[in-house]
């Protein structure tokens, strides 16, 4: 019989009328219950939506619709997690913007009251295929670049639409953290391809804002040194020797055998000052220690770790939560018993290395200058602001972009909440004040302000004489 992704009213062979919606929404999908959930009026979906037929090749989604949204105007916001090779629904979703957290107790969750489905409605997908619970049937697939992510993310939009037409016509936003700095304006390249080609349906893109992105690598990695450096967590006699010593435009992963010994030497110096007990993706943050977390979670204690008000033990506790059969039942995930455990990055997704120094938003076509284009990034040495900063400037310099606002800070609740600048009216630059590398994480109200702002088209106030809201 086929699925029911029309939705509506569908006529089968044999002349019976079957009905596989509710509200246009497909009924196989809809997600009652989480177990451990908070009671919510918004209704959650899960499932799957398949991108090669031949080769069994399928991408898990999670959507959540918009907390409020009366007149069902509101648009749809697709999120994509890096790594490459890392879960947009245990990272995006239930970590960061989603309108849930893992509970101390890995066995159920609590309300996020700063989600970002208060400013629109938000689609994760665990791409490519290998990542989370999606996978193929074909293990060569295992083995991809950007280019062949871009294809298949295509292939599940349009499928995805089909399960709910009601969002053709929304406003569609491309966001995404890390190496979605790739992901994202590949994607965007693609989905304005088919928009050329297409005599019917086109993807109604309004923008894109990617957060911490991994850009370009032999811009990224001497910031991390550079970064190191400025928090004084490594000495100036190193800093300066990296700094003077190593050439990283002709840096290459993974064995950079064309660096100097000298600046092999500092550069083991530095990761070995730095050290094993911080936290690389927020310096300032305390860590987890995972061996002893997951054995008071397997003991059913409750292990919330606080740190500057953020739950460092959240990664264990969802591991956890997310292998449960139960939760994976309640998502209809996992359809095809996966011979290994969701995790939140894959063992199993192998990159085209070479993506890595491809910098994906100066290959956009012309149409992107239509859109407005959002930069979040912050407190972070593995994708520090230093170089993002650098690379949107050079790019706004090659686009002929002139500054429409000064550099300065922008502010949420009468302080500070981060600082920004604009080119030309449509590129944004924002940094998050305190933030860590996952920005909702560690700072989730100035982040919902920042992203409500941006899908709303207003610019981030910058009054040096906030009022308090």
């Known amino acids: 019989?086929?699925?029911?992704?029309?939705?509506?009213?569908?006529?089968?062979?044999?002349?019976?009328?079957?009905?596989?919606?509710?509200?246009?929404?497909?009924?196989?999908?809809?997600?009652?219950?989480?177990?451990?959930?908070?009671?919510?009026?918004?209704?959650?979906?899960?499932?799957?939506?398949?991108?090669?037929?031949?080769?069994?090749r399928s991408l898990f989604y999670y959507f959540v619709e918009a907390e409020q949204d009366p007149n069902k105007n509101l648009p749809l916001t697709l999120?994509?997690?890096?790594?490459?090779?890392?879960?947009?629904?245990?990272?995006?979703?239930?970590?960061e913007l989603g309108p849930f957290y893992p509970r101390g107790d890995g066995r159920g969750l609590r309300r996020n009251s700063m989600s970002w489905n208060k400013a629109s409605n938000l689609l994760f997908v665990e791409s490519p295929a290998g990542v989370g619970w999606s996978y193929s049937n074909t293990t060569t697939d295992y083995t991809c670049g950007d280019d062949s992510t871009a294809r298949d993310m295509l292939k599940f939009m349009l499928q995805w639409y089909e399960k709910f037409p009601e969002f053709k016509s929304r406003d569609l936003f491309l966001t995404g953290e890390s190496y979605a700095g790739h992901y994202i304006p590949q994607l965007a390249n693609v989905l304005l391809d088919y928009n050329k080609e297409s005599k019917d349906f086109k993807f109604n893109i309004k923008g894109v804002a990617i957060g911490n992105p991994l850009l370009r690598v032999d811009k990224d990695i001497p910031s991390t040194y550079e970064f190191f450096w400025s928090h004084g967590m490594i000495s100036d006699e190193i800093g300066l020797t990296i700094l003077n010593e190593c050439n990283f435009d002709d840096?290459?992963?993974?064995?950079?055998?064309?660096?100097?010994?000298?600046?092999?030497k500092a550069m083991d110096e530095a990761n070995h000052i730095v050290g094993d007990y911080i936290d690389f993706y927020d310096v300032i943050?305390?860590?987890?220690?995972?061996?002893?977390v997951q054995q008071e979670l397997r003991l059913r204690k409750v292990v919330t770790k606080i740190s500057l008000g953020v739950d460092v033990c959240m990664t264990s506790e969802r591991h956890l939560y997310f292998n449960l059969?139960?939760?994976?039942?309640?998502?209809?995930?996992?359809?095809?018993?996966?011979?290994?455990?969701?995790?939140?990055?894959?063992?199993y997704v192998y990159i085209n290395i070479n993506d890595l120094y491809v910098f994906s938003i100066?290959?956009?076509?012309?149409?992107?200058?239509?859109?407005?284009?959002?930069?979040?990034?912050?407190?972070?040495?593995v994708v520090p602001f230093l170089g993002s900063r650098t690379l949107v400037r050079e790019l706004a310099h090659d686009l002929n972009f002139k500054i429409t606002v000064p550099y300065g800070a922008w502010f949420h609740k009468g302080q500070?909440?981060?600082?920004?600048?604009?080119?030309?009216?449509?590129?944004?630059?924002?940094?998050?004040?305190?933030a860590s590398h996952m920005v909702p994480y560690a700072q989730p109200s100035r982040a919902l302000h920042l992203f409500s702002s941006f899908v709303h088209g207003r610019r981030l106030p910058n009054n040096t004489r906030p009022s308090i809201d």
């Open 285 to 292: 943050l305390d860590v987890c220690y995972p061996s002893l």
């Open 362 to 381: 100066s290959s956009l076509p012309q149409e992107y200058l239509l859109f407005d284009f959002l930069l979040l990034d912050n407190q972070d040495s």
């Open 325 to 347: 059969p139960e939760v994976q039942k309640a998502l209809h995930a996992n359809r095809t018993n996966l011979p290994y455990s969701w995790s939140m990055c894959s063992e």
């Open 1 to 56: 019989m086929g699925r029911w992704w029309n939705c509506g009213i569908g006529l089968v062979w044999v002349g019976l009328l079957v009905f596989g919606c509710v509200d246009g929404y497909p009924t196989e999908d809809l997600v009652e219950r989480l177990p451990g959930q908070p009671k919510v009026g918004f209704r959650q979906f899960g499932g799957y939506v398949d991108v090669d037929d031949k080769s069994g």
């Open 79 to 95: 999120w994509l997690n890096g790594g490459p090779g890392c879960s947009s629904v245990g990272g995006g979703a239930f970590t």
């Open 416 to 434: 500070v909440g981060g600082w920004q600048t604009e080119y030309g009216n449509l590129l944004t630059f924002a940094t998050v004040r305190g």
């Open 251 to 264: 840096y290459i992963l993974p064995s950079p055998h064309n660096v100097t010994e000298s600046c092999n």
